[in-house]
């Protein structure tokens, strides 16, 4: 039996790929091309009203912009994270004084990644990492299933956020959120909606 070796794929060819930002759009991890998988109504529901509520702050001051599911190629990888958020002063503006319609290539300052059903927590938290390692300042994965936060922060030990909405009167503790940004939320606000 012959085989014929799969020549790997670089980042550069990758992204000259026509089909990456179908949806779902895909990845480049590691030299694999993979897809990410098709969200549900929870994960829908979460990001659209996660990233709005980030945009009505942190956009009216010109402090950040929150971008689902924006390209972000950096550090040999190309993810697209369920919402990226970048602070104002990095994003590349056309003429127009408007966003640039492309991706990014650098690692966003809020990388937020929503686990979808049966999506392997490990490949989104090395995603998560990986955003860290290459300049991000947090990085939130949010689990629906199991209502819990987990934060990351570099060189700080992860922390989990759990929502307990059986007693809303519960006070509890604040996300962390960027510098900058006056949002206050916390896992029960956010699986309350």
Same mark, same amino acid.
């Given at each position: 039996?012959?085989?014929?070796?799969?020549?790997?794929?670089?980042?550069?060819?990758?992204l000259?790929?026509?089909?990456?930002?179908?949806?779902?759009?895909?990845?480049?991890?590691?030299?694999?091309?993979?897809?990410?998988?098709?969200?549900?109504?929870?994960?829908?529901?979460?990001?659209?009203?996660?990233?709005?509520?980030?945009?009505?702050?942190?956009?009216?001051?010109?402090?950040?912009?929150?971008?689902?599911?924006?390209?972000?190629?950096?550090?040999?990888?190309?993810?697209?994270p369920d919402?990226?958020?970048?602070?104002?002063?990095?994003?590349? /503006?056309?003429?127009?004084?408007?966003?640039?319609?492309?991706?990014?290539?650098?690692?966003?300052?809020?990388?937020?990644?929503?686990?979808?059903?049966?999506?392997?927590?490990?490949?989104?938290?090395?995603?998560?990492?990986?955003?860290?390692?290459?300049?991000?300042?947090l990085?939130?994965?949010?689990?629906?299933?199991?209502?819990?936060?987990?934060?990351?922060?570099?060189?700080?030990?992860?922390?989990?956020?759990?929502?307990? /909405?059986?007693?809303?009167?519960?006070?509890?503790?604040?996300?962390?959120?960027?510098?900058?940004?006056?949002?206050?939320?916390?896992?029960?606000?956010?699986?309350?909606?």
């Amino acid at each position: 039996m012959t085989t014929t070796p799969i020549l790997p794929l670089t980042l550069q060819d990758f992204l000259k790929k026509p089909n990456i930002d179908e949806s779902p759009a895909w990845e480049y991890i590691n030299g694999e091309v993979i897809q990410k998988p098709m969200p549900k109504t929870h994960h829908s529901r979460l990001q659209l009203k996660l990233a709005s509520a980030i945009e009505l702050v942190a956009e009216a001051s010109q402090v950040a912009l929150a971008f689902p599911e924006l390209r972000c190629t950096f550090g040999g990888r190309s993810v697209v994270p369920d919402i990226a958020v970048v602070y104002w002063d990095k994003i590349p /503006l056309n003429n127009a004084g408007e966003p640039e319609n492309s991706a990014i290539f650098f690692a966003p300052d809020w990388t937020i990644e929503i686990l979808s059903p049966n999506q392997k927590s490990t490949k989104v938290i090395d995603n998560i990492l990986h955003c860290l390692e290459h300049g991000s300042q947090l990085g939130w994965l949010i689990d629906p299933d199991d209502k819990s936060i987990f934060v990351f922060q570099p060189q700080q030990t992860p922390r989990v956020y759990k929502a307990d /909405l059986s007693n809303n009167e519960t006070p509890q503790e604040t996300l962390p959120i960027l510098d900058k940004i006056e949002l206050y939320l916390t896992a029960n606000k956010i699986f309350s909606w």
